[in-house]
Nanobody, 122 residues
Framework: QVQLVESGGGLVQAGDSLRLSCAAS????????MGWFRQAPGKEREFVAA????????YYTDSVKGRFTISRDNAKNTVYLKMNSLKPEDTAVYYC???????????????WGQGTQVTVSS
C-alpha cells in the first residue's frame, strides 16, 4: 500500500521559515516525480514545486521561486520543501503528491498525502 505522509507544518510569522517533509512508502518512487501542492480556503489546489526523483531536476511556480527549495533524500525515501521568507499568502494546507498523470504542474497525480497545515501570520 502506497503511503505519503507529510509533516512539518505549523504556525509561523511572516518572514520565518519552515521545512515540510513527505515520507513515501509502499513502493519505489525512483522513476517518479514528486510534487507539493497547496490549497487555501475557498481556492483550488495549486502546484507549488516538484522534483524528479532520478536526477533531482526541479520545478517551481513563479510565486515561490527564490524562497522555496524542494529536495529529495534517496536513502530516506523522503521529499522536503524548505520554505523561507514566508508570507501570509503562503497560508494553506500543503499536500505531497507522486506520479503526475499528464503534467508536473497540474492535477491529477496518482498518490496524495493527507496534507499539513501551514499558517503564516502578518
Amino acid at each position: 500500500q502506497v503511503q505519503l505522509v507529510e509533516s512539518g507544518g505549523g504556525l509561523v510569522q511572516a518572514g520565518d521559515s519552515l521545512r515540510l517533509s513527505c515520507a513515501a512508502s509502499g513502493r519505489t518512487f525512483r522513476r517518479d516525480t514528486m510534487g507539493w501542492f497547496r490549497q487555501a480556503p475557498g481556492k483550488e489546489r495549486e502546484f507549488v514545486a516538484a522534483v524528479r526523483w532520478n536526477d533531482g531536476y526541479t520545478y517551481y511556480t513563479d510565486s515561490v521561486k527564490g524562497r522555496f527549495t524542494i529536495s529529495r533524500d534517496n536513502a530516506k525515501n523522503t521529499v522536503y520543501l524548505k520554505m523561507n521568507s514566508l508570507k501570509p499568502e503562503d497560508t494553506a494546507v500543503y499536500y505531497c503528491a507522486a506520479g503526475p498523470k499528464r503534467s508536473v504542474y497540474s492535477l491529477p497525480y496518482d498518490y496524495w498525502g493527507q496534507g499539513t497545515q501551514v499558517t503564516v501570520s502578518s
